[in-house]
């Protein structure tokens, strides 16, 4: 059979048209802007391991920076490489940079072919067909692939700092929890020496039966709050592992044993409402959902009575006759399906988009304010502890040794006052650590670091 003679004269404009249509994947896959934001905000690296290679790249530096006392900046870094979830997350990138490509490229052909006989005689018929609805689409559906892609990048650039804030506060739980253990164990020192000496002295008729029950009451008491003590310091450091993802094989975090110094004063920021509509990502990622659902209403209006429209080029051979050449057209008729249920669900898509929009707003910018007031009193507290509290309670455990010494006070009221003072340590480390993990919420709720100095003073008293 001979080829489609007018497929020639047709070939030059349609190359130039494949051609154009011909979309591409990008070296990246989209993650460099989900890196740049992280040396941005975080003054980090982030990785997307997509081969084995990778995945043992990533081990070795990781391993080389467990080999030392691990910082805050190390723990997030690792978790910004290591994190399993959120390395699971970044490959929605490369779904939505393949649904991109896919809409920036053509509609494939449809070819048919048919041959009946009646008799002798043969008759052949073919066609081709190519979709110019979808031809005509195309634009706009790549426009709006290429929003979702944009939303896409966004989305994952939040997940990856709210697994960098994460990471903070697990870190600064863990050392908390960790120095809580050794202040209980010293609460329970003094319990088990007084509950001992009280004991004895019960005994030998010096010490009443009902302040030795006391005494040893007190010890069995801080002997269970040293035990759920130990219990919060496994899970903590759990936690930290699983954000770091890390295995027991991979041996044991060396933490810091104190938290950091307190900065040397509070962090004052100016219309932080603001800022956070500025720089979160979700709400930017709201708002670009809004823009492609409103790109998506429109192409659905306008296909609404045409949404499938074939041209396609025909031959018919038959036996001793001559070929029938022409051209036949489809196109779909709206005559019991006129688009109102489409255009009905792609309005109330967009009216959902709308409303979440503006509940993110209205979220961000109640987190912003809860978590700012709530830094700067926990920093208030923190500092208090530092600067009164812990200092007082020391005067307080100087005096009793001196009245000890001079014979003016009983050795169960220096242990008592021992006690006192690791409960007011104690104390100090948990305001210090609420104060860190409250400057992890800020700077989540902001979508961006809080410009702390890093001059600090004053230490909690180990």
Request: with cysteine; proline share 3%; glycine share 4%.
């Amino acid at each position: 059979m001979n080829a489609f003679p007018p497929l020639r004269k047709l070939a030059p404009p349609l190359l130039a048209l494949v051609l154009s249509g011909c979309a591409s994947f990008s070296d990246d896959g989209g993650f460099d802007a989900v890196n740049q934001a992280a040396q941005q905000r975080l003054n980090k690296q982030t990785g997307w391991s997509r081969s084995e290679q990778d995945v043992d790249d990533v081990a070795q530096r990781v391993r080389a920076m467990l080999a030392k006392p691990l910082s805050v900046d190390d723990a997030v870094q690792i978790a910004l490489l290591h994190n399993r979830e959120l390395q699971a997350s970044y490959s929605e990138l490369g779904i939505a940079e393949a649904d991109l490509v896919q809409a920036g490229r053509l509609p494939n052909p449809g070819f048919s072919f048919g041959r009946t006989h009646t008799g002798d005689d043969i008759k052949i018929e073919r066609s081709l067909t190519f979709s110019v609805m979808n031809l005509l689409t195309m634009p706009a559906a790549s426009r709006i692939e290429a929003r979702r892609f944009r939303q896409t990048k966004l989305k994952l650039t939040d997940a990856m700092l709210r697994t960098a804030a994460m990471t903070r506060k697990a870190y600064y739980q863990s050392i908390a929890a960790t120095q809580s253990v050794r202040y209980q164990e010293q609460v329970r020192q003094a319990a088990e020496v007084a509950h001992e000496l009280a004991a004895r002295m019960a005994k030998q008729g010096n010490f009443s039966q009902l302040d030795a029950a006391r005494e040893q009451a007190f010890y069995l008491e801080t002997s269970a709050q040293l035990t759920r003590a130990r219990t919060q310091a496994v899970q903590e450091n759990e936690s930290l592992m699983r954000l770091l993802g890390l295995r027991k094989q991979d041996g044991a975090l060396q933490l810091p044993a104190r938290l950091p110094d307190l900065p040397k004063n509070a962090v004052t920021l100016d219309n932080v409402e603001q800022i956070a509509m500025e720089q979160r990502l979700d709400v930017q990622s709201a708002r670009l959902e809004v823009a492609a659902l409103q790109s998506s209403l429109g192409l659905t209006k306008a296909t609404r009575f045409v949404n499938v429209l074939d041209l396609g080029y025909v031959r018919n051979a038959e036996s001793s006759k001559p070929a029938e050449i022409g051209y036949q057209a489809g196109i779909e008729i709206p005559l019991f399906d006129w688009g109102g249920a489409r255009i009905a669900k792609a309005e109330a898509i967009y009216m959902q988009a709308v409303h979440r929009l503006a509940a993110s707003a209205v979220q961000a910018q109640s987190e912003v304010r809860s978590a700012y007031a709530v830094q700067q009193h926990a920093y208030l507290l923190a500092r208090q502890y530092q600067d009164e509290v812990v200092p007082l309670r020391k005067r307080i455990s100087d005096e009793y040794l001196l009245r000890y010494n001079g014979m003016l006070a009983s050795v169960f009221e220096l242990l008592a006052d021992a006690r006192e003072q690791a409960n007011a340590v104690n104390a100090a480390i948990d305001a210090a650590r609420d104060y860190w993990i409250a400057d992890s919420d800020l700077q989540l709720a902001l979508g961006g670091p809080t410009s702390v100095q890093n001059q600090t003073e004053g230490k909690i008293h180990d």
